[in-house]
């Protein structure tokens, strides 16, 4: 029914924010008029100017030993064939003495989002945009310290990195293809630099783009469904992924690595929900992260980059 209302709403020409969960079984439709009252906030920037903060994170991660048993299972299911590439996520308890609406608003992101007092998430990730009948997508693979000598000759050239990145933009261009026509790939292997708290980390992206029908707003809400879960943050083949993904985390994502957008009346902006601070029901902090496993992950490697991924911007 929500990706009916998505339909319905697009086709008057209504604003909507929606914001559904990891695996698109959970969707919030809220008309922009209506957030103040469902106590929402938002933001997206498409050209952010970060403003420097203090503020940082004390991290309690899950011991090495629970995650390198939960790789491990990753690694055999590679080893059967049952997936190619799974984002493997972990729960982390934090303490920090900022509120979620504190949170929100020192944080540094192009797409930021607080749910009441239950989440918020400042995510440095696109997942789509439509624009004048054509739908892009950015899927984000490949992270390094920016401050490691030849930082971005070295992710660039590194063969796991690569092959990460070209299962998720081929997934991708897949996923595109369901919805749009004429699908290429603009851009390959872009690098960036992003605050990472007191780190700067160099994080690589495509640029994906198809065709949409010129009535695209009469069934968005369709084209959204299919498109879900977002492929950067599962894994490929999809299906068998997410299913290895419920085996193996041992925890529920809800609305962390779900999605997140606006309708304007006329185009379509999103974002992926990584960067994710959930409020339990005792009132402390949950940061969900992970990043993604191949045949040629290490361990040590991937445990690091789950930890460098916990951070305020």
Not at 64 to 84: A, L, R
Not at 171 to 186: C, G, Q
Request: one cysteine or more; proline letters at 4%; hydrophobic letters at 35%.
């Amino acid at each position: 029914m929500a990706f009916q209302k998505i339909n319905t709403l697009c086709k008057e020409g209504e604003p909507f924010l929606f914001i559904s969960d990891f695996k698109g079984e959970e969707l919030i439709v809220v008309p922009l008029c209506e957030l103040s009252q469902n106590d929402i906030v938002f933001s997206i920037e498409r050209e952010l100017t970060c403003k420097p903060h203090t503020h940082s994170l004390l991290k309690h991660p899950v011991p090495f030993g629970i995650y390198k048993n939960k790789f491990h299972k990753v690694i055999e299911k590679i080893k059967s064939g049952e997936t190619y590439i799974l984002n493997l996520t972990q729960p982390t308890l934090i303490e920090t003495a900022l509120s979620l609406e504190e949170i929100f608003m020192f944080a540094n992101a192009p797409y930021k989002l607080r749910y009441k007092d239950k989440f918020v998430c400042f995510s440095p990730e696109k997942f789509i945009q439509i624009r004048e009948n054509t739908i892009h997508t950015f899927p984000m693979k490949g992270t390094i310290d920016a401050s490691i000598k030849n930082a971005k000759k070295k992710i660039l050239a590194n063969e796991k990195e690569m092959a990460e990145h070209v299962m998720i933009v081929d997934l991708l261009r897949n996923d595109l293809s369901m919805v749009a026509k004429n699908v290429r790939v603009e851009s390959f292997r872009d690098v960036e630099k992003i605050q990472a708290g007191a780190k700067e980390l160099l994080q690589v992206s495509s640029h994906i783009c198809g065709d949409l029908e010129e009535n695209w707003q009469e069934h968005f809400g369709d084209i959204l469904q299919k498109l879900l879960p977002a492929g950067s943050i599962s894994g490929a083949p999809k299906k068998s992924t997410c299913k290895i993904i419920d085996e193996v985390e041992g925890y529920e994502r809800d609305f962390f690595s779900g999605v997140f957008g606006v309708f304007d009346g006329e185009s379509v902006d999103s974002g992926v929900m990584i960067r994710f601070i959930e409020k339990q029901q005792d009132g402390s902090y949950i940061y969900k992260s992970g990043g993604g496993i191949t045949l040629d992950s290490d361990v040590t490697l991937e445990y690091q980059e789950y930890q460098d991924k916990i951070y305020l911007p």
